[in-house]
Structures are given as C-alpha cells and as structure tokens.
C-alpha cells in the first residue's frame, strides 16, 4: 500500500486545490500520488501492479462497491474524507440520516473528519481506530492560506466587475442542468433503496420558491438600488436557466466559471440560503446574508431541522427591508455578539480551517498507515498521448451530442492542464515557503503523476 495514494476529483471547483494540497504534504514525505479525474484515477488505481491507498470522497457505498472490491483483492487501501462532511447541518444526526453511504465507514481503513461534532458522532458508531479528527482538506482554504492562494484570482475579478454583491444558489433540484425527468431518474438510481419521493417533491417546491425569491430579489437590486450582481449557480444547476431569467436585467453576471473563494473574497458580500458557500464567506470575513421573504423560508432548504448557514448570517426579511439594511451589511456583521456567535458555530464544525494543518496531519497519518512510502512507487503505470489533448478538445466542442452523463461530465469536471498544475504546485509551495522539488508527468486524461527526487524528502 506505500506504493502510491491515488486522488480522484470528482467536482473540480470544489476539490482540486485541496487535493493537490494533500499531494504535496505526501510528496514532500516521499509518497508518490496520481491525481486527477475520477474516472481516469480509478482506471489506473485497477491498472495498477503495485497496491496503493485510494482516496475517496465518501464511502464505497452509491455505486463504488464493484471497484472497492477488486482493489481490495489487489491489497489496496481504503481512505476517506465526506466532502460535504454535514457542516450546514445544524445536527450532524440529521445529515447521518441524510447520507446513507457512511454507513459503510466501517468498511474503510479510515476515515477524516473535519470537525469535533463529525468525529464525536462518528467515533462512537466506527470507533477511533477508523475515524480521525483531522480537519477538512477543503477548510484548509478558508482563511488566510486561501486569500493568499486566490490573491491575484481575488484582485483580477475586482477590477473587472468593481464593487458588486455576490449571489450563490444551490437549487440543483428544481433547476438541474439535466432538467427535471433525467434528474428524477439520475436521484432514484442515486438513492436506491432509500429513496424518498415525497422528501424530493417538497424540496423540488422548496427550491421552486427559493428560485423565483433569487429571481425578484435580483430586479429589484438592479433596478432600485443599482448595484452589480455577480450571480453563482451551483455547478449541478442549469446556468442557462438563470441567464434567461435576467436576460432583461442589466448588471447582472450569472458566472459558473473557476473556484467559489475568489469571487466571494472580492465581494461586498453574499446572499445566500443554507449553502456552504456562507461558511467559506464567514471564514474569511465576508458577511453573509440569507435573504427570505418570510421565516419559513430559513428553514426551507434545510434537510434536517436547522441550518448552520443561516444561523451564521444576517436574516433579512423582504425587499423593503433589504434596501433599509444594504449600506450597513458590514456594521452589522461586525457587532462583537455576531462574531462570537460566528466563531462558536464555526468551532463547532471545523478544526483547523484556514491552515494547512489539516492536509499535513491527514498526509501523515496515511504515511503511517501504509508504511514507509517508495518514492517510484508506480512509475511506469499511465503513458502520456496527445490524444488526451485531442480527447479534451473533443469534450468541450458544442458539436458534441449532450447526453446526461456528459453534461454532468462538463458541469464537474473542468480542464486541468500540464501547464495549470505545475503552476498551481510552485504557488502553493511558495506560500507555504517549501523549497522541494516535485517532478510530474501526464499519464491520462487530465490525470498526473508527481513524484519526489529521492534527496528531497522530508525525513
């Protein structure tokens, strides 16, 4: 298993940094990593000559357990970390029961959570020789290691769009980029035996008026308060939906492209309705609005009974109310009760955010699991063609037929370029100031091999 740790990416937007974050605390200790996307990395992981550790963004329940399988009969191991990890559920129980697929963590060799309320629920179901309380890769972001990562993405989207507010949606649901009968389907296959479709027909309407709320909140800011409107679907949700909809409306940006970070640190501030993107806001000291025409509405998209989302935010209720508040979004956000208020919920969810502690320990701890890594761990596996660019331009052509799966395909995964990793791997070795060598190859579509020089190992 000290061969290589093999790191899919399944929605790239939310993973790629923090998983090549993770790579370069195992190389830096000699552990070779194959990273990229899902589909080419778990090619390979089953390829492969020598066993490995496979990092999965969950379980090996909803459709993995085939794979999980025949790694095992090839001695692989088995880590994990949720990438949603339950930290908008007020109570972790809820978002257990919500998530059928961790209750397969005992079938893994362990398993990281991001916070003391994930690991106490947890620990007590899969014991603490499974689950490890080491912080989340993607919190690593939120704070000051992300504002230094996204400085320059921060400083670009200011000077283009100036001062605007910054809207993120997460109604995938009700406006789902493979509209609503391939959704349907793609959700009862998804769920299996625990699908519910009374629960999804109550959030599909939840999200319905949610979506019209954005839809009228949005005219009424360009045309009353003349502000600039930075609209962000989320990447499961139709952006053309939403382009029509303020086709008429002037000022007003519906934007899917690159990492959520940038565009909310360049923000006067986000609205929002229990998303996650308020906890990266709050992380890094962007004030957050959830807006809501009535206090139904704050607990409408909650799949449990609360929501930390909007307990971390400012509630404003109705237009007339939100234009009586709008110039003091800031002053509000910074009275001394809000912030501690803030910093408890944050406490209770994540630890060590805004650091790389948490990729360091996680990287370590794999270490110690799997054994003295060998440095040229599968080196020969992969092989490099340009076909693969020949491939890329291929996926991207509007000639393309858009069946389900490759629109789900476009939304998650995004290019990821010899060129855009390398550079991505000096800047985040430049911040946090190491002076190691990391060599890489492409050995799949969008997928690399990076390996340590022997000499330059932490020991």
């Given at each position: 298993?000290?061969?290589?740790?093999?790191?899919?990416?399944?929605?790239?937007?939310?993973?790629?940094?923090?998983?090549?974050?993770?790579?370069?605390?195992?190389?830096?200790?000699?552990?070779?990593?194959?990273?990229?996307?899902?589909?080419?990395?778990?090619?390979?992981?089953?390829?492969?000559?020598?066993?490995?550790?496979?990092?999965?963004?969950?379980?090996?329940?909803?459709?993995?357990?085939?794979?999980?399988?025949?790694?095992?009969?090839?001695?692989?191991?088995?880590?994990?970390?949720?990438?949603?990890?339950?930290?908008?559920?007020?109570?972790?129980?809820?978002?257990?029961?919500?998530?059928?697929?961790?209750?397969?963590?005992?079938?893994?060799?362990?398993?990281?959570?991001?916070?003391?309320?994930?690991?106490?629920?947890?620990?007590?179901?899969?014991?603490?020789?499974?689950?490890?309380?080491?912080?989340?890769?993607?919190?690593?972001?939120?704070?000051?290691?992300?504002?230094?990562?996204?400085?320059?993405?921060?400083?670009?989207?200011?000077?283009?769009?100036?001062?605007?507010?910054?809207?993120?949606?997460?109604?995938?649901?009700?406006?789902?980029?493979?509209?609503?009968?391939?959704?349907?389907?793609?959700?009862?296959?998804?769920?299996?035996?625990?699908?519910?479709?009374?629960?999804?027909?109550?959030?599909?309407?939840?999200?319905?008026?949610?979506?019209?709320?954005?839809?009228?909140?949005?005219?009424?800011?360009?045309?009353?308060?003349?502000?600039?409107?930075?609209?962000?679907?989320?990447?499961?949700?139709?952006?053309?939906?939403?382009?029509?909809?303020?086709?008429?409306?002037?000022?007003?940006?519906?934007?899917?492209?690159?990492?959520?970070?940038?565009?909310?640190?360049?923000?006067?501030?986000?609205?929002?309705?229990?998303?996650?993107?308020?906890?990266?806001?709050?992380?890094?000291?962007?004030?957050?609005?959830?807006?809501a025409e009535e206090i139904e509405d704050l607990k409408r998209l909650s799949e449990g009974n609360d929501n930390i989302p909007n307990k971390l935010s400012i509630n404003v209720f109705g237009k007339n109310q939100f234009f009586?508040?709008?110039?003091?979004?800031?002053?509000?956000?910074?009275?001394?009760?809000?912030?501690?208020?803030?910093?408890?919920?944050?406490?209770?969810?994540?630890?060590?955010?805004?650091?790389?502690?948490?990729?360091?320990?996680?990287?370590?701890?794999?270490?110690e699991y799997a054994g003295t890594p060998n440095p040229k761990g599968n080196e020969n596996l992969g092989k490099d063609s340009i076909l693969f660019d020949i491939y890329e331009l291929f996926r991207f052509s509007k000639l393309?037929?858009?069946?389900?799966?490759?629109?789900?395909?476009?939304?998650?995964?995004?290019?990821?370029?010899?060129?855009?990793?390398?550079?991505?791997?000096?800047?985040?070795?430049?911040?946090?100031?190491?002076?190691?060598?990391?060599?890489?190859?492409?050995?799949?579509?969008?997928?690399?091999?990076?390996?340590?020089?022997?000499?330059?190992?932490?020991?």
């Open positions: 298993m000290n061969n290589t740790v093999f790191l899919p990416i399944e929605i790239t937007q939310r993973e790629y940094a923090s998983k090549l974050l993770l790579a370069i605390e195992l190389i830096k200790k000699g552990m070779p990593v194959i990273i990229g996307h899902k589909g080419p990395v778990i090619k390979l992981a089953l390829e492969a000559k020598e066993p490995g550790i496979f990092f999965n963004k969950g379980t090996s329940a909803g459709g993995f357990e085939h794979t999980h399988v025949l790694l095992k009969q090839k001695n692989f191991g088995f880590v994990a970390q949720d990438e949603e990890a339950g930290v908008t559920f007020d109570n972790f129980e809820d978002f257990y029961i919500n998530r059928p697929a961790l209750r397969s963590v005992n079938k893994l060799d362990l398993f990281f959570t991001w916070g003391e309320e994930e690991f106490n629920f947890l620990s007590e179901k899969f014991g603490k020789n499974i689950v490890k309380n080491l912080g989340g890769l993607r919190s690593c972001f939120w704070g000051d290691f992300g504002k230094k990562f996204y400085q320059s993405n921060t400083d670009s989207l200011k000077k283009r769009y100036g001062n605007y507010i910054l809207i993120a949606s997460n109604l995938a649901t009700y406006n789902s980029s493979l509209g609503k009968d391939e959704d349907y389907k793609k959700e009862i296959k998804s769920w299996g035996k625990f699908w519910k479709p009374e629960a999804h027909k109550k959030l599909f309407e939840n999200e319905k008026k949610i979506f019209f709320q954005y839809k009228e909140l949005v005219e009424f800011i360009s045309k009353e308060c003349d502000k600039t409107v930075i609209f962000r679907p989320h990447p499961s949700e139709s952006m053309e939906v939403w382009q029509d909809a303020f086709k008429d409306i002037k000022n007003v940006f519906v934007k899917k492209e690159g990492d959520l970070l940038p565009w909310i640190l360049a923000s006067d501030f986000l609205i929002q309705n229990n998303c996650t993107s308020a906890i990266e806001a709050s992380t890094v000291g962007i004030p957050v609005v959830t807006y009586e508040k709008m110039n003091d979004i800031s002053l509000i956000w910074n009275k001394d009760e809000n912030k501690k208020n803030r910093e408890i919920l944050l406490k209770r969810k994540l630890k060590d955010y805004g650091t790389t502690k948490a990729a360091k320990n996680i990287a370590q701890t794999i270490i393309r037929p858009k069946s389900s799966s490759i629109i789900l395909d476009l939304n998650k995964r995004g290019t990821l370029s010899y060129d855009k990793v390398q550079k991505d791997i000096i800047h985040i070795m430049g911040i946090m100031k190491v002076d190691k060598k990391i060599k890489m190859k492409r050995v799949e579509r969008n997928t690399f091999y990076l390996y340590p020089l022997e000499l330059d190992i932490e020991k």
